[in-house]
């Protein structure tokens, strides 16, 4: 396989008044190229904070990375400059993020905000770029792309938006789009809508795609492979059919279990008990175990560490000798 981006043991931390927040704790994931890898997990389990840390987008204070490599294309990013990176990012990567009405500037019509990306990555004059945005904002499926690109934010549907931001993303042609839940502000037939123009234009153009979600439905619509995280740290990978066929971890049992199914009658939906751990004071062992049904006294006081445990599928976890040989 050709990798494309290779994630070591990273680690990116806030320092705040109450304490350290290991936001990302010593995680590592790779993407190969034409790849599409799901991160999933529950809000705070560390999937925005990896993917702003490739971007270099963490604010310093009060983040830091505080260490690992971030190799794109044999690079370490974390080794650049601020000028080399600010080339890479919105070129060879680029980012949806999660709410387009506060990632797109409020005061730049749409078109402003494209034809900025193409001329100071593509070098083009302001009528070729203008050109590359109509054509970008067509690609993505907005009708009237030669008014709306005189629009702003504003006056655009929340799927209108979304739309805008793919566009913004895609027109510098990517190596790696990295999709922070791109539908989660969105009806069920936009969302279908947006990921059904994401399988094509990753199809189109090759490119690789890091989506971050806690909608299973997504996951098993879009991934080749998937990473589940949980509290900081990746808790299970395996390929998309291995995870759903097989799943190992407590955890990510629960969050199957916890989805709604049309052909089983329950009377109430299942939910994972407890809650994620306070990251000011996140127990000694394994973080899960607190909410584990399976938990032993070993998970109280030992963390596991990820372990293959056949077809390229790894757990961190107990149950499957996942001891720690620090």
Same mark, same amino acid.
């Given at each position: 396989?050709? /990798?494309?981006? %290779?994630?070591?043991? $990273?680690?990116?931390?806030?320092?705040?008044?109450? #304490?350290?927040?290991?936001?990302?704790?010593?995680?590592?994931?790779?993407?190969?190229?034409?790849?599409?890898?799901?991160?999933? #997990?529950?809000?705070?389990?560390?999937?925005?904070?990896?993917?702003?840390?490739?971007?270099?987008?963490?604010?310093?204070?009060?983040?830091?990375?505080?260490?690992?490599?971030?190799?794109?294309? #044999?690079?370490?990013? !974390?080794?650049?400059? @601020? @000028?080399?990176?600010? /080339?890479?990012?919105?070129?060879?990567?680029?980012?949806?993020?999660?709410?387009?009405?506060?990632?797109?500037?409020? *005061?730049?019509?749409?078109?402003?905000? %494209?034809?900025?990306?193409?001329?100071?990555?593509?070098?083009? @004059?302001?009528?070729? &770029?203008?050109?590359?945005? *109509?054509? &970008?904002?067509?690609?993505?499926?907005?009708?009237?792309? +030669? +008014? %709306?690109?005189?629009?702003?934010?504003?006056?655009?549907?929340?799927?209108?938006?979304?739309?805008?931001?793919?566009?913004?993303?895609?027109?510098?042609?990517?190596?790696?789009?990295?999709?922070?839940?791109?539908?989660?502000?969105?009806?069920?037939?936009?969302?279908?809508?947006?990921?059904?123009?994401?399988?094509? $234009?990753?199809?189109?153009?090759?490119?690789?795609?890091? !989506?971050?979600?806690?909608?299973?439905? *997504?996951?098993?619509?879009?991934?080749?492979?998937?990473?589940?995280?949980?509290?900081?740290?990746?808790? /299970?990978? &395996?390929?998309?059919?291995?995870?759903?066929?097989?799943?190992?971890?407590?955890?990510? !049992? #629960? $969050?199957?279990?916890?989805?709604?199914?049309?052909?089983?009658?329950? /009377?109430?939906?299942?939910?994972?008990?407890?809650?994620?751990?306070?990251?000011?004071?996140?127990?000694?062992? =394994?973080?899960?175990?607190?909410? =584990?049904?399976?938990?032993?006294?070993?998970?109280?006081?030992?963390?596991?560490?990820?372990?293959?445990?056949?077809?390229?599928?790894?757990?961190?976890?107990?149950?499957?000798?996942?001891?720690?040989?620090?």
């Amino acid at each position: 396989m050709d /990798e494309l981006l %290779i994630i070591k043991n $990273l680690k990116t931390y806030f320092y705040t008044d109450e #304490g350290v927040v290991k936001a990302v704790d010593d995680v590592s994931l790779r993407i190969n190229r034409g790849q599409t890898l799901c991160i999933v #997990g529950e809000s705070g389990c560390g999937k925005s904070i990896t993917a702003m840390s490739i971007l270099r987008l963490i604010p310093d204070p009060p983040g830091k990375i505080e260490g690992g490599e971030i190799i794109f294309e #044999g690079k370490d990013l !974390l080794k650049l400059s @601020d @000028d080399e990176v600010r /080339e890479i990012r919105g070129n060879k990567i680029s980012m949806i993020f999660q709410e387009p009405m506060t990632s797109l500037n409020p *005061v730049f019509t749409i078109g402003n905000q %494209i034809i900025e990306a193409i001329m100071l990555h593509q070098k083009l @004059d302001k009528k070729e &770029a203008t050109k590359k945005s *109509v054509e &970008a904002l067509k690609l993505v499926g907005i009708p009237r792309a +030669e +008014e %709306i690109i005189n629009a702003y934010p504003h006056e655009l549907s929340g799927g209108m938006r979304q739309r805008a931001m793919i566009a913004m993303a895609m027109v510098c042609n990517p190596t790696l789009l990295i999709a922070d839940e791109p539908t989660t502000a969105l009806d069920v037939t936009i969302q279908a809508q947006i990921l059904d123009l994401m399988r094509k $234009l990753k199809e189109e153009t090759k490119t690789s795609i890091m !989506l971050i979600t806690h909608d299973l439905g *997504v996951v098993a619509e879009m991934a080749e492979y998937v990473t589940v995280m949980y509290a900081g740290k990746v808790v /299970e990978e &395996a390929d998309v059919i291995e995870l759903f066929k097989n799943p190992k971890h407590p955890y990510t !049992l #629960g $969050l199957l279990e916890s989805k709604p199914q049309i052909h089983i009658d329950k /009377e109430k939906l299942y939910s994972i008990p407890g809650q994620v751990p306070n990251p000011f004071n996140l127990p000694k062992g =394994c973080y899960f175990f607190p909410r =584990c049904e399976r938990a032993m006294e070993i998970c109280k006081e030992v963390m596991p560490t990820l372990k293959e445990v056949g077809n390229g599928h790894k757990v961190a976890c107990h149950l499957y000798g996942g001891d720690n040989n620090e």
